[in-house]
């Protein structure tokens, strides 16, 4: 078993950064990629950015260039920063561990971008 717990959303200005978080605990050796995924209102849930074991990294085209995908093996924890926040980056933010037995998810944090 994996678990997710995810941290870091809140309430930003166009143009401003966050840094979200995501902390996995349980069978975490097993895990040979984990990423980030956002749903938007009424729309459809998709990835934004994947990291593997070995650290290759692969980004939406809609976030590229603004948005990196990092990990911290030492506490098993996998960051998104975020810069130049736009408001329809606007979503629930999720979490997600693949490993051959299945795929885990965070119960998501909250990204706000507006006035």
């Known amino acids: 078993q994996v678990q997710l717990v995810e941290s870091g959303g809140g309430l930003v200005q166009p143009g401003g950064s966050l840094r979200l978080s995501c902390a996995a605990s349980?069978?975490?050796?097993?895990?040979?990629?984990m990423g980030w995924y956002r749903q938007a209102p009424g729309k459809q849930r998709e990835l934004v950015a994947v990291?593997?074991?070995?650290?290759?990294?692969n980004y939406a085209d809609s976030v590229k260039g603004r948005f990196t995908i990092s990990r911290d093996n030492a506490k098993n924890t996998v960051y998104l920063q975020m810069n130049s926040l736009k408001p329809e980056d606007t979503a629930v933010y999720y979490c997600n561990a693949d490993r051959v037995a299945g795929a885990y998810w965070g119960q998501g944090t909250q990204v706000t971008v507006s006035s």
């Open positions: 990291i593997t074991s070995s650290g290759r990294t």
């Open positions: 349980g069978s975490i050796f097993s895990i040979y990629a």
